[in-house]
């Protein structure tokens, strides 16, 4: 049973570009969130999607966006990046409960 | 003031000491309450729940203060692997939203 899986695992991007990171939730989660992680801080909350639904967001701005397909994985996108946005990109899937992790995706913009 | 809040520490103690952490929240509709582990470079992964009447998990014990709203996770008969950073983890009015603190870094030395 595969559990959350995150693509891409690393990746480099410059100010002002476009990223869309990708995540498979754990088989049988049907709702995904995911969070911000800076070096030394701990995972701020993005946004969580149910039945292809924004259903919560937390504080980040319009830049920041996610869709949520069918089969419940999802995407995050990121728009005109800036160096702040730097930092592990992680995936968290649940069904009504505990929330299991990906791996993440470590983001560094230059 | 932030949702949940952690000592960063470091704490360093030797193999076989006890360590607590502590953690407070501010939301006081919070209903579920988590203590995660994550190891350097690693995804969080759920250590135990927080139960009002505090539940035990080998060496592991946590507790649950509402009054006070005050989570504690104490360690006891520490090893060299449980050296990680714990975090703290409360949900949201909504339920659907998990607040993190910033961790609590946790060295053992031989």
């Known amino acids: 049973d595969a559990g959350v899986t995150q693509s891409p695992t690393h990746l480099i991007k410059t100010r002002g570009q476009q990223v869309t990171l990708r995540c498979s939730p754990k088989?049988?989660?049907?709702?995904v969130s995911w969070y911000q992680q800076a070096l030394g801080q701990g995972p701020q909350f993005i946004f969580q999607?149910?039945?292809?639904?924004?259903?919560q967001r937390g504080n980040f701005p319009d830049r920041f966006s996610g869709h949520q397909f069918p089969n419940y994985s999802s995407e995050l996108n990121v728009n005109a990046l800036l160096l702040g946005d730097s930092a592990l990109y992680l995936c968290?899937?649940?069904?009504?409960?505990?929330?299991?992790f990906g791996e993440g995706s470590r983001l560094t913009v230059l | 003031r932030k949702e949940v809040e952690q000592d960063p520490g470091p704490f360093n103690v030797p193999e076989g000491a006890t360590v607590a952490f502590n953690c407070t929240y501010s939301n006081s509709a919070s209903q579920s309450f988590f203590w995660y582990r994550q190891d350097c470079r690693k995804e969080p992964k759920l250590l135990m729940s927080v139960y009002s009447s505090g539940n035990e998990d080998g060496r592991f014990t946590a507790q649950l203060n509402r009054a006070s709203q005050y989570i504690s996770l104490l360690i006891r008969d520490s090893k060299l692997s449980d050296s990680a950073t714990y975090l703290c983890v409360v949900n949201g009015n909504t339920g659907n939203q998990f607040y993190f603190g910033t961790g609590t870094s946790l060295t053992v030395i031989p």
């Open positions: 968290a899937s649940s069904r009504g409960g505990e929330l299991f």
């Open positions: 088989s049988g989660h049907d709702t």
């Open positions: 999607y149910y039945e292809e639904e924004e259903r």
